[in-house]
């Protein structure tokens, strides 16, 4: 795992929690120095550490390995083929059809 991806973990685990680092670091019997460092990326836990810190959050760790999906491989290599402005165009299209959605969504449960 990459040490990036193991802050923003244990951060968003906390986070769903509602813990601070000092209650996390408290339940997971670890000094909340740790779990600062591990969340700031100062740190790389081991994987024991990191479950210990998500289970103490009330969570749980899941991994499984999957085939390269080649659609999706495929749908990347066509993005990159592109222009910055292009995929730039494409993402602010995405963002506008997804905030329309959510209006939509938001005026149908005034009803």
Same mark, same amino acid.
Request: net charge positive; charged share 35%.
């Given at each position: ?41 100062? $740190? #790389? ?5 990191? &479950? /210990? %810190?998500?289970? +103490? =959050? ?7 390995? *999957? ?10 290599? $066509? #993005? ?5 402005? &292009? /995929? %730039?165009?494409? +993402? =602010? ?7 329309? *959605? ?10």
């Amino acid at each position: 795992m990459e040490s990036m991806a193991i802050s923003d973990l244990v951060r968003e685990a906390r986070r769903r929690s509602g813990l601070t680092q000092t209650e996390l670091a408290r339940r997971a019997g670890v000094p909340k120095s740790t779990v600062g460092r591990i969340e700031s990326g100062a $740190r #790389s836990p081991s994987t024991r550490m990191v &479950e /210990r %810190l998500v289970h +103490a =959050a009330g969570l749980r760790v899941s991994a499984s390995l *999957a085939e390269p999906d080649p659609a999706t491989d495929a749908m990347f290599e $066509r #993005s990159l083929r592109r222009s910055p402005k &292009e /995929r %730039l165009e494409d +993402a =602010a299209r995405v963002a506008r059809f997804v905030l329309r *959605a959510r209006r939509e969504i938001a005026r149908g449960s005034d009803d």
